[in-house]
């Protein structure tokens, strides 16, 4: 059995209890805007589908790959540095932040595009909330970034296991905000 794999008993929650307090937190807030989105969708549907077509479907795809491959890279650094393979869990975890980075560049580019046809925040709801949802996400994106490079830096397993709890939570998020913001119609 490996060190990551004895640091927690059987039937006990892996990890800090404060990280799932904000993990609990974060998906909270995210679903209730969601909840809102889909709510205020119903009063406008031929509008909010109008607005959707503005955006890059494929990019959002794309995107979804990034994070589902950067959340890979974050759990096999766990596992790396509890069976010793230190400098593998830091590659790994570098390659888990410079993938966050793909993932803004991405999506910069299509804030980028909605600039320049002059679509903003206010110019219809979806795209308060469009923007709302996926900003705060992008928020959370470079928190998650700067924690990842962190628990690299300091690449003990309880704080490689954080890391990668808070980096899950993203991913998960955008799993959640990409069919519902991109595909939903």
């Known amino acids: 059995m490996s060190q990551a794999d004895s640091t927690h008993p059987p039937g006990a929650l892996p990890g800090e209890l404060m990280m ?23 009063t406008d549907p031929v509008g909010f589908a109008e607005a959707q077509s503005h955006l890059h479907r494929t990019g959002a795809a794309l995107n979804t790959g990034v994070l589902v491959t950067s959340g890979y890279l974050a759990a096999r650094a766990y596992l790396w540095r509890g069976v010793g393979a230190r400098p593998k869990a830091r590659l790994a975890l570098a390659g888990a932040a410079a993938l966050g980075v793909v993932f803004l560049i991405i999506k910069g580019a299509e804030y980028a595009d909605k600039a320049a046809q002059g679509i903003a925040w206010d110019t219809h709801p979806f795209f308060t909330f469009y923007y709302l949802l996926t900003g705060f996400h992008a928020a959370h994106v470079v928190a998650g970034v700067v924690l990842l490079l ?22 998960l998020v955008w799993v959640l905000l990409f069919p519902v913001i991109y595909l939903l119609g």
């Open 20 to 42: 799932w307090v904000l993990i609990i937190s974060e998906l909270l807030v995210f679903g209730a805007g969601l909840l809102a989105f889909m709510g205020v969708r119903l």
């Open 150 to 171: 962190l628990v690299a830096w300091k690449d003990a397993p309880r704080n490689i296991e954080a890391g990668a709890q808070f980096w899950h939570m993203v991913d």
